[in-house]
């Protein structure tokens, strides 16, 4: 009998394993082997460990050269790079490394140490106190390559690994997991702003981490955003306003609108809670030239229905808008709605001319309001 561990919040697979996994799984023979489910969601130690089979696994495999001292058999990874990324030379220990910008950086390793360790460690270079591993246990999860990641999300003074002056203003995202003695993780690091807009495309090229096929282009072949020909499947849904015309899908965009010429209207959903509600709003804030609210300040904002709840009403006209690209609009406004749902980010957003988007407002309104979750 093979006992196989379970551990919490992770599926175990089918009791009966096929011939093929023998060596990978380490069981003893082939047939319909009698597999005993251990549970041991109370014992520390194998709590990451995650059942997996051969073509799951993405990480170098360490086996003796084949033709010299040389020769290596290590697994060639690939992904998909986000736009305004750059791959940058690899270093120790670190598997790719990617640039977004002056200041941010995003690298993959396969390390030691375990999942509690390094969670740790982060958080001292962040300036913030050590957690428990219960609290670990809390985070959410996100794909990283074929596995199922912890979310780490801090949000502080980074000092890095030399310990030298702490860089204000930095934001730390991770995902991290445990198979058996390897950690793998996916980290970037930079300003908070820079890492806030990039948590969108930094998920994104975590759940692309592959093995690289034969011939493939290591990051992906061609435009990164090429499956952005269709908008996500849904489970909310709502109402457009008479006269709103649908605009073409984009990346992170749930569905976008066009209510009148030179304004459009979008719903985007931001994974494990998108970074809060707070810094989205002053994030809006910032691309219409506006300082940032208190969390006492954004409470006493106007309010608008959204999915049930009274979310914080954004009401900035007769300014300059700053897209994403650092594109400034004189005369624009910019209307705003966010909430958590499910701890997720839903956000409405509508920007143009500030005479068009003053027309629209009972119309923005009424489309916040008609959101729901598909019954």
């Known amino acids: 009998m093979v006992p196989i561990r379970k551990p919490r919040g992770l599926r175990v697979f089918n ?62 990874l690939a992904w998909d790079l986000p736009e305004g990324w750059a791959e940058a030379p690899l270093t120790q220990y670190r598997k790719a490394n990617f640039k977004i910008g002056a200041d941010t950086q995003c690298y993959l390793s396969i390390t030691g140490g375990g999942v509690e360790a390094n969670v740790n460690r982060w958080r001292k270079q962040m300036g913030l106190k050590p957690q428990s591993f219960e609290e670990m246990k809390a985070f959410p999860q996100k794909k990283l390559g074929p596995y199922d990641a912890l979310v780490v999300d801090l949000e502080g003074s980074f000092t890095g690994m030399s310990g030298g002056q702490a860089a204000k203003g930095y934001r730390m995202l991770g995902l991290i997991v445990q198979d058996q003695q390897q950690t793998i993780v996916l980290k970037m690091v930079g300003p908070a702003d820079v890492v806030l807009r990039e948590r969108p495309s930094f998920f994104r090229i975590a759940k692309s981490i592959r093995r690289r096929a034969d011939g493939e282009n290591p990051h992906g072949g061609g435009d990164p955003h090429a499956s952005a020909g269709a908008e996500p499947k849904s489970d909310y849904q709502w109402t457009a306003p008479k006269g709103w015309k649908r605009g ?64 914080p009403l954004l009401e900035l006209m007769g300014g300059k808008f700053t897209d994403m690209d650092g594109k ?48």
């Not at 003893?28 to 073509?55: F, L, M, N, W």
């Not at 931001?270 to 994030?283: D, H, Q």
């Not at 910019?334 to 749902?341: K, N, P, T």
């Open 328 to 375: 400034a609009v004189d005369g624009a406004a910019l209307m705003g709605a966010m909430c958590i749902d499910r701890g997720r980010l839903i956000t409405i957003k509508m920007t143009g001319p500030t005479a068009a988007v003053e027309k629209q407002r009972e119309a923005f309104i009424a489309f916040c309001e008609s959101l729901e979750p598909v019954k």
């Open 248 to 311: 073409k899908p984009k990346m992170e965009r749930l569905v976008t609108y066009h209510p009148a010429d030179g304004v459009q209207c979008y719903i985007s959903i931001l994974v494990a809670g998108g970074g809060g509600i707070g810094p989205n709003v002053n994030r809006w804030r910032r691309q219409m030239g506006k300082p940032p609210l208190s969390n006492a300040e954004i409470g006493n904002l106007k309010k608008v229905r959204l999915l049930g709840q009274d979310a």
């Open 15 to 76: 009791a009966f394993l096929p011939c093929a996994l023998g060596a990978t799984l380490l069981l003893a023979g082939c047939g319909d082997a009698e597999v005993v489910v251990e549970d041991v969601r109370e014992r520390r130690a194998h709590y990451d460990y995650i059942p997996r089979t051969s073509q799951q696994r993405f990480e170098p495999k360490r086996r003796a050269p084949a033709h010299g001292a040389g020769a290596s058999n290590e697994v060639q």
